[in-house]
């Protein structure tokens, strides 16, 4: 499968700061960029997704940024709770059949 | 609401044992998948299924087998189960909108 860099590895913020996580991948032909969430002791869940057509997404405290011409995305979390707390996985992939993975990014929100 | 169940959260089993670990979807889903997590090098993909009967070989399908002989149940087999199958895996399902739905994992350990 692809590459798809995923930074920083862990990232720690304060309760009601802004988190970012930036992912870059490789694949020119990628149209679909979701991202997840995954709890201690769950699989990963699905918090937001974009595609190749729009260039941010927005749901709540959510957001997604894509820059296809650099090939890179980004999840933003505002106002960051401590149910925040988990680790983020991006992927992407071409609309269908198996996603690629970053290696994922443990988030930590102190109160 | 999409439910993917696996068969077991933990599991132990000694190494040269044959393994199953088993996986029920509820939504008629047609895709199935494979992944195996491990630290620090995020989710890869071991085998998907398009249909019943149908597979594809993943990222790393070495060591492992599936079968699909009805659309909502997807099997991944450890034909000879060795140490560094320890991990947990994942199963997943795709949804219409190419969104991609985990079961909780199963978390092996080969003795």
């Known amino acids: 499968g692809e590459n798809v860099e995923q930074h920083p590895s862990t990232l720690s913020v304060q309760e009601g700061d802004s988190a970012v996580i930036k992912c870059t991948y490789s694949d020119s032909a990628s149209n679909y960029f979701p991202w997840y969430k995954q709890e201690l002791g769950k699989g990963p869940q699905l918090i937001i997704d974009?595609?190749?057509?729009?260039g941010e997404k927005k749901d709540q405290r959510i957001a997604v940024t894509l820059n296809k011409t650099a090939k890179h995305f980004s999840l933003h979390i505002t106002e960051t709770q401590p149910e925040d707390s988990a680790v983020y996985f991006c992927a992407w992939g071409d609309s269908g059949y198996a996603l690629n993975f970053g290696k994922g990014t443990s988030l930590l929100v102190t109160p | 609401d999409v439910k993917v169940t696996q068969s077991s959260r933990y599991l132990v089993k000694r190494t040269g044992e044959k393994v199953f670990l088993e996986c029920v979807q509820d939504m008629d889903h047609e895709n199935m998948f494979w992944y195996r997590q491990d630290p620090g090098l995020g989710l890869r993909l071991i085998y998907f299924s398009y249909d019943v009967k149908m597979k594809e070989k993943g990222d790393i399908p070495e060591g492992y087998s599936v079968s699909r002989e009805k659309k909502e149940r997807f099997s991944l087999i450890l034909e000879s189960a060795s140490t560094n199958q320890t991990s947990m895996y994942l199963c997943?399902?795709?949804?219409?909108?190419?969104?991609?739905?985990f079961g909780p994992g199963t978390r092996l350990t080969v003795t």
């Open positions: 997943a399902t795709l949804g219409s909108s190419y969104e991609q739905y």
């Open positions: 974009i595609r190749s057509n729009v």
